[in-house]
């Protein structure tokens, strides 16, 4: 921490000439904290950037993945049909199969989009 010269300490100058160097000293207090502002700015700002750029990726991320999964239950929802359509599968489990099947990707696609805090 920066110490305070004797003259900043006195609230109450005793002569005009102490009241001029009070604020010289004021004048480069500020200055330096002018100089010292910029680096703290600029880091706060690249910090900014890389916290957009990761929201960003894994925004792409989650939209893959919802992706994949629509993918494989559409695949496995085409096979379960295709048994069922040639009777080696009956309607009731291939029921059963659909709504358990579609009740997981809504799950999944509400944990993706809006993940629990």
């Known amino acids: ?7 900043l300490k ?3 100058p005793e002569t005009p000439a ?7 000293n004021l004048l480069e207090i500020i200055r330096l904290l002018a100089d010292k502002a910029e680096p703290l700015i600029a880091l706060f700002g690249s910090t900014l950037e890389q916290m957009q750029k990761g929201r960003a990726a894994e925004a792409r991320y989650r939209v893959r993945m919802t992706s994949f999964a629509v993918l494989i239950v559409a695949l496995m929802i085409a096979v379960a049909g295709g048994l069922t359509y040639s009777g080696k599968v009956d309607g009731s489990a291939f029921t059963f199969l ?7 990707m809504l799950s999944f696609i509400l944990r993706t989009v809006a993940p629990p805090e």
């Open 1 to 7: 921490m920066l110490d305070a010269p004797q003259e």
């Open 10 to 12: 006195d609230p109450t």
């Open 18 to 24: 102490a009241a001029g160097a009070v604020s010289t």
């Open 98 to 104: 659909l709504g358990t099947i579609v009740g997981a």
